[in-house]
C-alpha cells in the first residue's frame, strides 16, 4: 500500500498455501503481496493499526501487485 493510497485498511485476507496477502484499502485499490509468512499475516490482525503495520512491516519487504477493485454498485 503506497502512502498515496494509504487511506486506511478496509480488508485483509490470506492465502496459507501460496502465502499471498491481500489488502484492500478504504480507497477500493488492492494489493497482493506475495511470500507473506504466516506469523505475519497473524501479526497484522493482532495489530492495532493494520495500516501502520502494513507500511511498516510488509511494503517494501514483499514483492507487491496491484489490483484494480471496484465499488459495490459501481458499473463497469
Known amino acids: ?42 501479526a497484522l490482525l493482532a495489530a492495532e493499526s493494520r495500516e501502520q503495520f502494513v507500511r511498516e512491516s510488509i511494503e517494501g519487504r514483499y514483492p507487491r501487485e496491484k489490483y484494480p477493485c471496484m465499488m459495490v454498485g459501481e458499473e463497469v
Open 1 to 42: 500500500m503506497s502512502r498515496e493510497s494509504a487511506g486506511g485498511v478496509r480488508s485483509v485476507g490470506y492465502d496459507p498455501t501460496t502465502r499471498a496477502l491481500l489488502v484492500i484499502c478504504e480507497s477500493a485499490d488492492a494489493y497482493r503481496y506475495a511470500g507473506v509468512p504466516k506469523e505475519v499475516y497473524n
